[in-house]
């Protein structure tokens, strides 16, 4: 039997893990938000001033600015999750589906708020570049029609993911190795940022474009969808069984998220290919 120190022992130190993880979120939360003002006062208007073309004024427009710094800081944080997604993998190798990551908690509680802080960020620049009327409610709604895709995705982020990486008893202490690898799909997106910020200034007939918009095709096709048969391969090697043993032992809740998520990285992939033929096209026009 536990004497009554020893509980009160066990309480306090689980109250203290918790408040901890509360500073990590607290401390993602203002990094997030700080990262964003200092790039929309500093360094983003710098780059809209020196590359944009949209206007003959020396000071670039608001929205372009707020938008500009936005995928700044979405390239620093898919850096960092790149970054931490390496970790994870090497820390969980030798087992796919049991292996353990120490990082994989704190890390989740730390980047979590980068999901609220971008809905913030594109509601802000939403707001300069349209400037809506009504209530911050209207408001809210319209944005969110405008967005759909994007802000459902992040939503479904927060409500599902996130708490699918936080809660071991619910995944049976199972999945880190492949977390990982659903994380290793942000390494594609340093170069779809740039990208984007490049298109934003009328840029689209660099050198530098051309070059983004191939790294962005080719790391999309190696970090996204060439993360799904990697994860086969690593389970049939690991446990010694083959592709068709491996899809045959999967749950049926395993099978609707592995092909549910790779249709939608292969939707993604043809949207961005669509994009960039038309872009040539015109080019070529």
């Not at 996130?162 to 880190?176: F, S, T």
Request: aromatic share 16%; charged share 15%.
């Amino acid at each position: 039997m536990y004497a009554e120190s020893d509980f009160q022992h066990v309480v306090s130190v689980k109250n203290l893990d918790s408040l901890q993880y509360i500073w990590l979120t607290a401390i993602g939360a203002v990094f997030f938000h700080a990262l964003y003002s200092i790039l929309k006062c500093r360094l983003a208007p710098k780059i809209c001033s020196r590359l944009s073309k949209s206007s003959d004024s020396g000071a670039a427009p608001l929205s372009l600015v707020a938008e500009v710094s936005e995928k700044l800081v979405s390239i620093i944080y898919a850096i960092m999750c790149s970054v931490g997604s390496m970790v994870i993998l090497w820390q969980a190798r030798n087992d796919l589906l049991r292996g353990q990551s120490p990082i994989l908690v704190p890390f989740t509680y730390f980047i979590m708020w980068y999901f609220v802080y971008d809905i913030y960020a594109m509601y802000d620049f939403y707001c300069l570049r349209m400037s809506p009327q009504g209530s911050f409610l209207e408001k809210a709604a319209t944005f969110c029609r405008a967005n759909a895709a994007i802000v459902t995705h992040h939503v479904v982020i927060l409500v599902i993911g996130v708490p699918l990486c936080l809660m071991y008893m619910w995944r049976k202490d199972m999945g880190d190795f492949i977390i990982g690898c659903f994380m290793v799909h942000d390494m594609a997106n340093p170069f779809l940022h740039t990208t984007l910020i490049l298109k934003l200034l009328n840029q689209t007939s660099t050198k530098v474009f051309q070059m983004c918009a191939v790294m962005t095709v080719c790391s999309f096709a190696v970090f996204r969808l060439m993360t799904y048969p990697f994860m086969i391969a690593v389970y049939t090697y690991q446990y010694n069984v083959s592709t068709l043993q491996a899809f045959s032992t999967m749950r049926v809740h395993c099978h609707a998220f592995f092909w549910s998520a790779l249709a939608l990285q292969v939707h993604w992939f043809y949207g961005i290919i669509r994009v960039y033929l038309k872009h040539l096209n015109k080019k070529v026009e």
